[in-house]
């Protein structure tokens, strides 16, 4: 059965520290693996990633994917209070279904 | 911003009563989920609509339906709602193009009493 797991659930750390978000993937067409962050309202979309190995990188944010072992991290450097919010790992399967996570729940402390 | 709009946003109901949630796009974009969202369960997808009157079931369609009359709109149906459905309801869209990201709309919070 397909499935997505990430962890932690659950993430609390200090403003500034650097944090490395899990998502493992058993997938049977495999498409691509998406991030996305959501705060108190809709996800919004952060990085997809198609290819092993290849880092996409945003700002603070950096993702990438191994294929080989079949997961994928989200790192964020330089915590901010802002980034506080659930991010949620999801893989694309056929017919453009997405399919999440539990996601973590990642809170930053001043 | 995706022009994606969710009506109503807050609706209380009683168990037994039929509830539909709208969906409105105005991106022309091909595909059209709805999500539902639980504590411990991440989001999980109820039905999808790949084209007008085009529809397909999801991991958790017990107990709803769906309609595609319109390209921009997509229309979720609790024909008796229960308490089990209880939860946020999120619509996406995507147009489909290659492994594209959806796009979500802000969310409609139903509570069934």
């Known amino acids: 059965e397909d499935k997505v797991v990430q962890s932690p659930l659950s993430l609390v750390v200090h403003e500034g520290d650097t944090v490395t978000l899990n998502c493992s993937y058993e997938?049977?067409?495999?498409?691509?693996l998406l991030w996305y962050k959501q705060e108190k309202k809709a996800p919004t979309f952060l990085f997809m990633l198609?290819?092993?190995?290849i880092e996409k990188k945003s700002g603070r944010l950096s993702s990438i994917l191994d294929k080989k072992e079949l997961f994928s991290i989200l790192n964020i450097t330089a915590t901010q209070t802002g980034d506080s919010a659930v991010y949620l790992c999801?893989?694309?399967?056929?017919?453009?279904?997405?399919?999440f996570g539990q996601g973590t729940r990642l809170t930053i402390n001043p | 911003d995706a022009g994606i709009t969710q009506s109503p946003r807050h609706k209380v109901t009683e168990t037994g009563t039929p509830v539909t949630l709208r969906c409105h796009q105005t991106?022309?974009?091909?595909?059209m989920y709805w999500y539902r969202q639980d504590p411990g369960h991440g989001l999980r997808l109820i039905h999808y609509?790949?084209?007008?009157?085009?529809?397909d079931k999801g991991e958790v369609s017990d107990g709803y339906s769906v309609s595609r009359s319109k390209t921009e709109d997509f229309l979720l149906t609790l024909e008796s709602a229960t308490s089990s459905q209880t939860s946020v309801y999120f619509c996406?869209?995507?147009?489909?193009?290659?492994?594209?990201?959806?796009?979500f709309g802000e969310g409609s919070r139903l509570t069934v009493l």
């Open positions: 991106e022309n974009h091909r595909y």
């Open positions: 999801a893989y694309l399967q056929g017919a453009q279904k997405l399919v």
């Open positions: 996406a869209i995507s147009d489909g193009q290659g492994p594209g990201e959806l796009f």
């Open positions: 198609t290819s092993s190995g």
């Open positions: 609509s790949y084209g007008v009157k085009d529809t």
């Open positions: 997938v049977t067409n495999f498409r691509s």
